[in-house]
Each structure stands twice: as C-alpha cells, then as structure tokens.
DNA sequence: CACTATACGGACCGATAGTCCGTATACGCA
DNA sequence: TGCGTATACGGACTATCGGTCCGTATAGTG
C-alpha cells in the first residue's frame, strides 16, 4: 500500500530553498524580527509555499531546528559519555544540561524565535517534553523522586532563550553562564539532607 | 512652583472605569486573549483614551499588577519577619521566593500578560531588575558572591508565569510547587563545599 | 458666561500571520 | 512523445492588533 506520493522535485527544491534562506535570516537579524513575507522573499518563493509546506511559524522553525539538533540529540542518545547511558546519573545530567547550553548559544536567534513562538509558551514545544522527562528521570536516579519534576522544570527553565539573550546582552560571558549552571545543577543534584 | 495640574474628574473616572475593566477581563478571560479593543470596549470608552492614559499596554498592564503589588512590596520592606530586613539572608531569600510564587499564582492570567507583553522578554519588565539585585544581594550574603548573579536569575526563572501556568494546566498543586521551589532554594542557598 | 486647557472617541494606519484559488507544471502512463 | 491529472505555485486578500491622529466635546476657571 503505498498511498504515499513521492515529493515532487521543485517542491523539494523549494523546501531547501526556504530553510537556506530563513536560517540565513534568523542567523544575520539578530532577534526574531523575521516576518514570513521576509522569509518567503529571501527564498524567492510565494507565501503560500511556504505555509503549505510547514503548516505555520512554529512548524518552519520546529524544522530549523530540527536539522541543527540532530548531531545533539545523536550525542546524546547513544553518543560519548558522560551525555549516553552507562555514565551516573549526576554526571549525565549535568553533561545534559551543559549540552542544551552550548545548543542554545551555538544558535542564539533561533532558539530565541522558537521559544518565542507558538503564542508564548515554550512549554507546548514537542521537544519539550522530551527533555524535561529524561532530566526528571536522571533527578529522581540522582537524588531521589522527591520534587524532581518540579526541579528539572527549574533547571530547564535556567537556559531559556530569553534569560540567555538577556545575560549575553548585558555582559556575562558564556564561560560564566557555564559556570552558574553548573553551580546550580550541582547544588540540585547533592542529596538532600 | 506647581506646573502639575489636577486631573480632571472625567479623566479619573476613566482611569478608574478602564483598570476596573481590564482587570475583570484578565481575570475571567483565562488566557491572554485580551485585546486593548476589547478593554477599551469593556470600560466604554475611545481607544484613544486607553493609549493616551496609560501609553501602551504594557503601561497598563503594569499599571493594574502596580495596584494589585503594593501590599506585597510594603511587606517586603517594611513588614513582618522573616520577608523584612532583619532575618538571616537565607530565611529571607526563601520567603522573599514563597511570597513572589504566592503572588504570581493569586494573578496568573494578569502576570503571564506582563511577562508576555513587551515585545517578549520579561527582563525589559522595570520590575524585573529589582527583584534580581535583592535576591542576587541575599545569595551573595548567604553563600557568597560566586555565581549570585545567576543562580538569582535561575531563581527568578523557575517562578515564571509560563511555567506556573504550564504546571497548574497539568495537575500540579499550588502545594507542590512551593514544595519545589523550597527545596530548589534550599539547595542552592546552602553553601558549596 | 466665556474661554482655554484638557480629554474624548473612533476612524485610520502599518505590520503580520494565515487563507484562497486561478494558474502552472512535474511526472506517470500510453 | 504527447496527454491528463495530481500536485504545487504565487501573491492578492483577509483578519487582527497595537498604536496614532485630529476634529469635537467639556471641565474647570475668573
């Protein structure tokens, strides 16, 4: 049963053409000043190209992100440790947290429109869930059930975008944002009295 | 020399009508789906009369959170142990946590508008920088300068409106949230080896 | 009562996400 | 190679929203 049409081939050069263009834009406009007319102009396509392939804003973005994430999630996954099974759980998951930080400063701009889109909530994010479960799971491993849901909510919430955008902006080195977060996740992971 | 003149009554009454309004729409209407339309709908009165009073809807917004704060603000710096000056600067970071996380869950849907509004990122807010210094000046007391700044911001970050909302819309407690946020403190306010 | 500073209101503007539909074309098939 | 159709294209169009403008109304004053 293949009810599945193959792509035709100018939709799939189009599909290129967009991301190129729009993570170009989001890469050389510092913050998320991209407007979809901006996108569709830069890839020399037609708006409605561009919402039937990605469905809305935070589809196009989810699929820029997507493509830059894949050699972190593989890292992850089944990757070197301390990020892959088999190393403790304290060390995976401040190697974790630490690789999210990277992530996010290796791609200021489009993390910044990502979590800014969707109507506000970077909660309703797919990828969100993800993390915040496998963070939950190395908490409770580490320290104990107790609060991990809320306390990898917490951490995940210490490298949002926005509180990134705002330390960079106002001076603090990315060695120093390396340093607090790794303060605050071992201060977390210690074992409560 | 009084350059100031007195508002006029017809003035005062709309300012009054206008934050009777929009507070009553923030509160019913879950989300922020309030328009500054609807408000100016609501209070009966010209549009105009909403952005000449309160310039943009961040004014506003910040102008009804300004009314709803003063008790919280006085107790703080003024009021009863262990939130005023006086307390072990750990007791007070915790309870200076506790009251914002209280006061952020009495006024969700008003205080996920403010940290929404502003083109995005909470930490334009005025309010914002305060709250940090303080809380940054008490870690610093508690544990020492290294890593203050952040671990404040971190503090700050695990109390935001969108995370509040996004825990309450999934089941957790108001209970179990301060019970987070405390054990969060308390692990970062006890001193690293 | 008249005069002026102040305030009113809603038409208007510019930007932006998202939709619609007539037109063009890629591709399987004969 | 030529044909028919499913698929894709593009950009005009709509809806919504924050914010502005300016002609009109009125509160306060002497």
Redesign the interface.
């Known amino acids: 049963m293949p009810p599945v049409r193959k792509e035709r081939a100018d939709a799939a050069r189009n599909r290129e053409a967009v991301l190129a263009a729009a993570d170009r834009l989001f890469a050389e406009r510092g913050d998320?000043e991209v407007s979809m007319d901006d996108i569709a102009a830069a890839a020399g396509v037609g708006k409605g190209t561009l919402f039937r392939r990605f469905g809305d804003r935070v589809g196009l973005i989810q699929a820029l992100v997507a493509r830059r994430a894949e050699a972190l999630r593989a890292d992850i996954e089944a990757g070197s440790t301390p990020l892959a099974p088999g190393a403790p759980a304290d060390e995976r998951a401040l190697a974790l947290l630490a690789a999210l930080l990277g992530f996010k400063l290796a791609n200021r701009p489009l993390m910044l429109a990502l979590e800014?889109a969707g109507s506000?909530?970077?909660?309703l994010s797919e990828t969100y869930g993800p993390w915040h479960a496998q963070l939950a799971g190395l908490l409770a491993e580490a320290r104990g059930e107790?609060?991990a849901?809320?306390?990898a909510?917490?951490l995940l919430?210490?490298v949002?975008s926005?509180?990134i955008?705002?330390?960079t902006a106002t001076g603090?080195s990315p060695a120093?944002?390396h340093?607090?977060?790794a303060?605050?996740a071992?201060?977390?992971l210690?074992p409560?009295p």
């Open positions: 998320c800014n506000g909530s970077p909660y107790r609060d849901d809320f306390l909510h917490a919430a210490a949002r926005d509180l955008e705002h330390l603090t120093d944002i340093s607090g977060l303060a605050l071992r201060a977390v210690s409560t």
